[in-house]
């Protein structure tokens, strides 16, 4: 994935509402999206 | 939750995935300040995006507070890395084998200092009724596992409980559900090795 595709990813899940009850994410290649603290909606 | 004009500061933002975050952060409208080492670099970024930059070594925990104090970020990215160096294990030096140990103590350092600086705005009190301080949130990419944001996180929480004259230790396990140890690394003690009750006494000479 190119840098700013993965930086547009990020970006989205900033900004998506499912996450926003979100405080800490982890990102990673093999895994995705993993919320370290907080809930999703 | 709408990234314009929220202030992000994006932890080796000067190239590579870190350089593709900031860029698709300034097209959404957040204020984006990228802190990194080589100083060139952070120019070459200032003078394409218009960022604030700061030349810095995240592992260096007073650049972190300095950084977290002056900019108060709603959003925090740890996304700066050292690439350990690969080669025969009997021709590595300690040096290379705790790079990237001390790469993850970066995370720690930042968000430790995020808990200390006084919120930047009022919050929503956590479950354990400790209001967070620091960013609202933090995006880590890849080099933090989950254990170990737990273990920062955790840390922070103890830090601000005992700002407040809470309970710190178990104001922090109430508002958590994992397993994992709440005490963060400056105040775990050094090991101490005690002999295991079932063990046999040691021969007396």
Sequence with gaps: MPPREFGEKVVSVLDDPQYAEGFAFGFKGDTGVTILEGAAA | MSLKDKSVVVTGGSRGLGLGLVEALVAHGARVTVVARDADALASVRARLGVATISADVTDETAAHRILGEFRPDILVLNAGAKPRMGRLDQLSWADFTATVGDRRQGRALLAAGGAQPAAQARKP?????????????????R?????????DHGRLRQSASRSRRTSGSASRRSCRCRWSAIPASATPAPTRTRAPWASSPKSS
């Design chain 2, 126 to 142: 956590r479950p354990g009724g400790i209001e967070r301080r620091g960013p609202e949130r933090i995006a880590a990419l890849g």
């Design chain 2, 144 to 152: 933090l596992c989950r254990r170990q944001a737990h273990a920062l």
